[in-house]
């Protein structure tokens, strides 16, 4: 039997973007088995045969239907703002109002500075910047009026500037762009999180400390995480992060630039993983 404790999210409403599949999936599951009804947006409604990396809307939503959760897929491009304008106005007519907002979707587009097109850098940004502002905002007005609401930005350790001279080089030269972007989404984390105190909205970001073993990050960087497994987390454990982030105390949690095993251990959950 259930308790309250297990089903914090109970009568709450979560939108989480990316969650087709990896990361997003896991972040979703978590949160429909902690109560939350969930409006899921990505590109991908349904299987693609031969698509290059597998995942769709419709399997995410099956799972959680399967293990007795409520939830409804968005269709829609982040790289468009039009598309975009409609994801809040869509899950709210589906579900209610907005109480957790999980913007997980990334565009991760890997290139040295000196020759990345611009094309590349407008998605990159579009994608990790400008729909985490322009979802932010839709949903602000709705959690101001209630005085309670929860935002979680999905971030990554390539925020951080590099370490030099001498410079390493190697892999580190392609991720520039990406990181500028993600330290700019840190940046929108920790002023949105100062203007909207007073209204009882946390405003949080969290990252994993390593490479987290999804079908997208097979597809990058699936070498390096077979030659060097102690880079590896286990996706459970930025799910798990996200969720405590999602039901904390918005007057001592927020604004807070995190990443997920340290926080977990600071907050002491975190979770066994399957073997």
Known sequence: MSTPSDRPLAGKVALVTGASRGIGVAIAERLAAAGASLAL??????????ARLE?????????????GGRAVPIVADLANPEDRARIVPE??????????????????IYAPVAVIPLKR?????????????DLAQAVLPEMRAKKSGWIVHLSSASSVHPKGPPFGGGESTTITVYGASKA?????????AAEVYADGIAVNSIAPVAAVRTPGAEALVGELMKTHPE???????????????AT??????????????????EIGRKPAVPT
């Not at 947006?41 to 031969?50: H, I, Q, Y």
């Not at 700019?184 to 949105?192: H, S, Y």
């Not at 904390?248 to 251990?265: A, E, H, K, N, Q």
């Open 41 to 50: 947006v990505a590109r991908t409604l349904n299987p693609e045969p031969g």
């Open 248 to 265: 904390c105390d918005p007057r001592t949690c927020t604004g807070r630039i995190l990443y997920s095993g340290p926080f977990l251990d």
């Open 55 to 67: 995942g769709s809307l419709a399997e995410t939503v099956a799972a959680i239907e399967r293990a």
């Open 91 to 108: 899950a709210r007519a589906a579900l209610g109002p907005i109480d957790v907002l999980v913007h997980n979707a990334a565009a991760a």
């Open 184 to 192: 700019a989404l840190e940046r929108i984390t920790t002023g949105l």
């Open 231 to 245: 880079l590896v987390e286990p996706v459970e454990w930025l799910a798990e992060a996200v969720l405590a982030l």
């Open 121 to 133: 850098r407008q998605i990159t940004f579009e994608v990790n910047v400008h729909a985490t502002l």
